[in-house]
């Protein structure tokens, strides 16, 4: 069974840092792509981040270019990501999620979440 | 502003058949990528629904399909239920963008 755990959620001061991480377990962590999409209280989906499965292509939403970096250990099936400079709007479930094959292809899995807080 | 257009809601009646757009570009669902689409339950992480444009994973009812043309996507529902009551949201890849893109998300509404 595909298993995604996400970690390291909780409240940070604006202009403070994060970090993300994902366990993964249940497939073949390096034969895959991973994203990681947040939602805002109240909001939609948006995708923040991606990861190729051999981790050299990462890609990023206009939003957090520059102060997000995604990267990932296949060695230890994990992904996080680096978030600093954090903004109020960045507050958001942040979820981890595994692509069917690339990231240009879809959401196969998704995890339960972490919430991120950015506030004083 | 998303990428992908839904309309914000729709709603229909238990047995109902409802379908909800999902409209692209050329540099996303008009090119070579697929359309996937995700139903998320109130405060539960998404499910995937529909993947591959018309693929539905392997406990997801047949009364969900999928389909696309050109710049456009479609999900539709038929013998609504209440279970169904959910929020919707399409997603492909835009080329132009170099990223993944979701629709805005259509709410549900079972009477």
């Known amino acids: 069974e595909v298993q995604l755990l996400e970690s390291g959620g909780g409240l940070v001061q604006p202009g403070g840092s994060l970090r993300l991480s994902c366990a993964a377990s249940g497939f073949t962590f390096s034969n895959h792509g991973m994203s990681w999409v947040r939602q805002a209280p109240g909001k939609g989906l948006e995708w923040v981040s991606g990861?190729?499965?051999?981790?050299?292509?990462?890609y990023y939403a206009d939003s957090v270019k520059g102060r997000f970096t995604i990267s990932r250990d296949n060695s230890k099936n994990t992904l996080y990501v680096q978030m600093k400079s954090l903004r109020a709007e960045d507050t958001a479930v942040y979820y981890c999620?595994?692509?069917?094959?690339?990231?240009?292809?879809?959401?196969?899995?998704w995890g339960q979440g972490t919430l991120v807080t950015v506030s004083s | 502003q998303s990428v992908l257009t839904q309309p914000p809601s729709v709603s229909g009646a238990p047995g109902q058949r409802v379908t909800i757009s999902c409209a692209g570009s050329s540099s996303n669902i008009g090119t070579r990528y697929d359309v996937h689409w995700y139903q998320q339950l109130p405060g539960t992480a998404p499910k995937v629904l529909i993947y591959?444009?018309?693929s539905r994973p392997s406990g997801v009812p047949d009364r969900f399909s999928g389909s696309k043309s050109a710049t456009s996507a479609s999900l539709a529902i038929t013998g609504l239920q209440a279970e169904d009551e959910a929020d919707y949201y399409c997603?492909?890849?835009?080329?132009?963008?170099?990223?993944?893109?979701f629709g805005g998300g259509t709410k549900l509404t079972v009477l």
């Open positions: 999620a595994t692509h069917l094959t690339m990231v240009t292809t879809g959401i196969h899995c």
């Open positions: 990861i190729s499965g051999s981790g050299g292509t990462t």
């Open positions: 591959d444009n018309t």
């Open positions: 997603q492909s890849y835009d080329s132009s963008l170099s990223g993944v893109v």
